[in-house]
């Protein structure tokens, strides 16, 4: 069955740290990736994908993700965090023929100045 | 351009009534998409539309929930008999129309529903 792990419930870092936000799918065939950014609010925004080709892909707001096959992985970085990035991020799998997205149950990230 | 938009934004019912959301996807869109968020969950998939037909409504809960897109754009997704478990924020998001090349959803705001 199709699913997406996210172990992390809840992430504090501080200002300008690092992070790295952990994803493991479970999919048949080779997946399409997201990962989406909600605010409080706000609806969900695309911050980047995978589709095929390069296992590195960029996004908005200087995110950047990692697709592993060999580790069922596609986990979200940032070399630097700003207070504005503080929301939840979910990483998603989408189905190949209906391009239904199946949601992990999402990171919160706290962000301290 | 105008985005995904929802209406009403919230909507409290009680316990047994019957409740209307509608989605108006971006113009162009032919696929269409409802998920249900509750709360400290991710969205769930609950139907999915190519035109005006449903092509995939495997999310669907139970036979209470229903949905409808008779034009190919406006789509209104109608739950009968609410329960208290149903209470959750409903999502509706548009793409384009090729399937299959993982294209953006894009979302809208959503509807806050709460059965009292």
């Known amino acids: 069955a199709q699913s997406v792990t996210q172990p992390d419930i809840h992430i504090t870092v501080s200002e300008g740290a690092s992070l790295e936000l952990r994803c493991n799918y479970s999919y048949g065939a080779t997946p399409y990736l997201f990962w989406y950014v909600q605010s409080p609010g706000q609806g969900l925004q695309l911050l980047l994908k995978y589709f095929s080709g390069d296992t590195l892909v960029q996004g908005i707001k200087g995110f950047e993700a990692e697709f592993k096959r060999s580790q069922s992985s596609f986990n979200l970085r940032k070399p630097s965090v700003h207070w504005s990035d503080a929301a939840e991020y979910f990483c998603a799998v989408g189905a190949h023929n209906t391009d239904k997205l199946i949601f992990g149950t999402g990171t919160r990230l706290q962000v301290f100045p | 351009g105008a985005g995904v938009s929802q209406t009403p934004s919230n909507k409290v019912t009680e316990k047994g009534k019957y409740v209307e959301l509608r989605c108006d996807p971006i113009s162009g869109h032919t696929a269409l998409y409802w998920y249900r968020q509750s709360l400290g969950q991710g969205p769930e998939f609950l139907i999915y539309?190519?035109?005006?037909?449903?092509?995939?409504d495997s999310g669907l809960p139970n036979d209470r929930f229903f949905a409808v897109r008779p034009e190919g754009s406006v789509s209104t997704l109608k739950i009968q008999r609410t329960e208290r478990g149903d209470s959750a924020v409903y999502l509706c998001?548009?793409?384009?129309?090729?399937?299959?090349?993982?294209?953006?959803?894009?979302f809208g705001p959503g509807t806050r529903l709460t059965v009292l």
């Open positions: 539309f190519q035109g005006t037909g449903a092509a995939d």
């Open positions: 998001a548009s793409r384009q129309s090729i399937a299959g090349r993982g294209n953006e959803q894009f």
